[in-house]
């Protein structure tokens, strides 16, 4: 796990090797063991590297590197977990290796299939590549989207990093607010797909490739990864066969993200897909696995310290707790600095709290992440389903004054979004599951900046769910590209990479992910109310009787509550000099009081806040996107 950076100058300007060092330097905190350099010999390309040694901790590990001509040079975040085999493979080819260091592998693959390399790879990447026989620049990122990287391409000069800080560390770059991202941000709580908060600025989707042509400064983006089709009219499938071949599918998973010459850990909340993590590494590991949760004493079902516990102690592993009595409001300016965009996810804080816990004892952690996502485990999944059956029986005109008379319910009460969404098809109600603000307050907020706000991001979002399919098979789709790469790997990766700790994922290898998108029927995912029925299947094969399998808990913090106490007064603080309309404000902090669900609302607009004023940044101008 490491941080990148780099930049490639107009045509007959050179790299300030002094900016591309300070580009490196924003980020330090993911890569603390080693800092690498490198400049291409016309001086066009720089290229800057942080290490977070991992795999071949010895120098040979170094990046940039360099294959045996000179002629390619990389920099790599993440890990390649196939590449013992791959490294096989291209050494049956006719490939010599040098190091131990699966960033070596990268580079004779791509010498070896070219710009098909990255669907050699299983694991978690974002890379950057400069081929000096094609005069190009090749960048990619992995399938579900765990690595982040940004670039900006302005004036003949295209910058990149992995995180947004890097490039506003360059001083010809100009950080001034997308107004369009910002009506995106307002709408879901994060900036979604390929927008970034700053203008001009992009991210590399999940499961892209990019080129950059140094002849005649040309982008290109492609997909060189999609999800899979439905199951729909497939052969029959058998269900023993497939909870069978999940299993080795996972247990294999798990043993190769085991792989480090570093200590390991297991985030355990106790729920169903990290306790089946830690199962399969109890089995795999030769030795007791290092399992650690965050507590909430006296929080009720905030506190999953209890079933984490149940499941450490069946296991045998050396388990470790932490009192989330260390939380404090004071943490939040240091996150909305981390994070680069703003982010209204307030399970961050928790995430970063676990972090900073296993990093003490590890610098490699396995989580349970993407088995909501790939298995049907959320509860508006049923929404959909529902709905998409009493679409059939209510006539379009009732549902219209059903999502009008919804539009006057306050902020706060539980399925506004939802009823909002009932007015179009499926699709549109898809596009406003977990609204944070409909349109037309969108537009009240942003007034005062003079930014104009259309439904734009719930027509975007409606439009992923032509994958097809059920209700499921599409909403289950639609948050595998969004909620999942845009909210949850973010927050995992800012939050662990802030620690400098690697967190890797099992549930997101691209074969589990294909079992669960392209084979898994709903009827094994979510049917009549039950949620990831094939992966509780699978948790009544393995895990502790005892354990309550049925529940659904997030990874979250008890907000409500600390709301009546410093956080309620830090954000009324906060607010009180908020550039959005004071009385909407106003009236979601009276909600709040009222008992009205309104904290996650509040949290997304005071983070919003506290990332304006960590890099003081301009609004940018009015936008009708």
């Not at 026989?133 to 990619?140: C, E, G, Q, T």
């Not at 499941?311 to 996150?335: M, R, W």
């Not at 099992?506 to 084979?519: M, S, T």
């Not at 979510?526 to 393995?542: P, Q, T």
Request: contains cysteine; charged residues 25%.
């Amino acid at each position: 796990m490491c941080g990148i950076c780099g930049v490639a100058a107009a045509p007959g300007q050179r790299v300030d090797v002094g900016v591309l060092e300070a580009m490196t330097a924003t980020i330090r905190h993911r890569g603390p063991d080693d800092q690498g350099l490198w400049q291409s010999p016309d001086g066009r390309v720089g290229f800057g590297h942080r290490r977070l040694a991992i795999i071949d901790l010895s120098p040979g590990g170094h990046q940039p590197m360099h294959d045996p001509s000179g002629r390619l040079t990389i920099v790599f975040n993440g890990e390649i977990y196939n590449f013992l085999d791959l490294r096989g493979e291209l050494e049956s080819l006719g490939h010599a290796f040098h190091t131990q260091s699966d960033t070596e592998v990268i580079l004779a693959a791509y010498r070896q299939w070219g710009l098909a390399f990255a669907e050699h790879l299983n694991g978690m990447f974002a890379l950057a590549l400069h081929d000096a026989d094609n005069d190009r620049l090749v960048f990619a990122r992995d399938r579900a989207g765990e690595k982040p990287l940004f670039y900006a391409h302005v004036n003949g000069t295209l910058l990149f990093a992995s995180e947004l800080k890097a490039l506003m560390a360059n001083p010809s770059f100009r950080a001034e607010v997308d107004p369009r991202a910002l009506n995106e941000y307002l709408t879901y709580g994060y900036v979604p797909g390929a927008l970034s908060i700053l203008r001009g600025v992009r991210k590399l989707p999940q499961g892209s490739l990019m080129t950059y042509d140094l002849r005649n400064d040309r982008v290109d983006v492609r997909r060189y990864w999609r999800l899979p089709p439905p199951p729909n009219g497939q052969p029959a499938i058998d269900d023993e066969a497939l909870l069978d071949e999940l299993e080795t599918l996972l247990a294999d998973s798990v043993r190769m993200r085991l792989i480090a010459d570093v200590p390991v850990g297991i985030m355990l909340s106790g729920g169903v897909d990290s306790s089946l993590v830690t199962a399969m590494a109890a089995r795999v590991s030769s030795r007791p696995v290092k399992t650690f949760t965050i507590t909430f004493p006296g929080h009720g079902t905030y506190d999953e310290a209890p079933h984490a516990r149940l499941v450490a102690k069946h296991f045998g592993t050396d388990h470790t707790e932490l009192p989330a009595e260390a939380a404090s409001v004071d943490l939040l300016p240091a996150l909305a600095r981390q994070y680069d965009e703003p982010m209204a996810d307030s399970s961050m804080v928790p995430t970063y709290l676990v972090s900073r816990l296993i990093r003490q004892h590890a610098t490699v952690a396995l989580g349970g992440d993407g088995g909501d996502e790939l298995f049907g485990g959320y509860l508006h999944y049923g929404w959909f389903e529902r709905q998409d059956k009493i679409r059939r029986l209510v006539p379009r005109l009732l549902r219209r004054g059903v999502s009008a008379a919804a539009k006057r319910l306050p902020h706060g009460v539980r399925g506004r979004g939802y009823l909002i969404g009932s007015a179009g098809d499926l699709n549109w109600s898809i596009g406003h599951a977990n609204l944070f603000f409909d349109v037309d307050t969108r537009r009240k907020l942003l007034a005062p900046l003079g930014i104009d706000a259309t439904s734009a991001p719930e027509q975007a979002k409606a439009t992923l769910g032509d994958y097809g399919g059920s209700a499921v098979q599409r909403a289950t789709a639609v948050d595998f590209q969004t909620y999942l790469v845009d909210d949850i790997l973010v927050k995992v990766d800012r939050a662990s990479m802030l620690t400098s700790l690697e967190v890797r994922a099992p549930l997101l290898d691209p074969r589990i992910i294909e079992l669960a998108y392209g084979r898994t029927p709903d009827r094994l995912r979510y049917a009549h109310g039950a949620r990831k029925i094939l992966l509780r299947r699978l948790a009544e094969r393995v895990l502790p009787k005892e354990l309550d399998i049925a529940r659904k808990h997030g990874f979250s913090i008890p907000i409500d509550r600390w709301l009546r106490g410093d956080w309620g007064r830090t954000f009324a603080e906060i607010l009180a000099e908020s550039h959005f309309d004071r009385g909407v404000i106003a009236a979601l902090l009276r909600g709040q009081e009222r008992g009205l669900v309104n904290a996650p609302r509040i949290f997304s607009l005071v983070m919003f806040e506290l990332w304006m004023r960590e890099y003081r940044v301009s609004i940018g101008g009015p936008s009708t996107s």
